[in-house]
C-alpha cells in the first residue's frame, strides 16, 4: 500500500514539473484553483483577460 503511493505521489510530482516546464515556455499563466468555487476562477480569468487583451465579450 505505501509503495504504491509512493509510486501515485511520484508520477503527480514528474507530471506536476512537466506541466510547469511547458507552462513556463509558453508563457502561459497558472491560475491555482484550490479552494476556489468555479465563480471565483471564472472571475480570475475574466480580470486576466481584460487586463491584457480588452474586452471579454
Not at 511547458?22 to 487586463?51: M, P, R, S, W, Y
Request: charged share 20%; hydrophobic share 40%.
Amino acid at each position: 500500500m505505501i509503495k504504491q503511493a509512493m509510486l501515485t505521489l511520484n508520477e503527480s510530482i514528474k507530471s506536476l514539473s512537466f506541466f510547469e516546464k511547458i507552462a513556463g515556455k509558453i508563457n502561459c499563466q497558472v491560475i491555482d484553483v484550490t479552494n476556489k468555487a468555479v465563480e471565483e476562477t471564472a472571475n480570475l480569468i475574466i480580470h486576466h483577460f481584460q487586463k491584457n487583451e480588452g474586452t471579454v465579450n
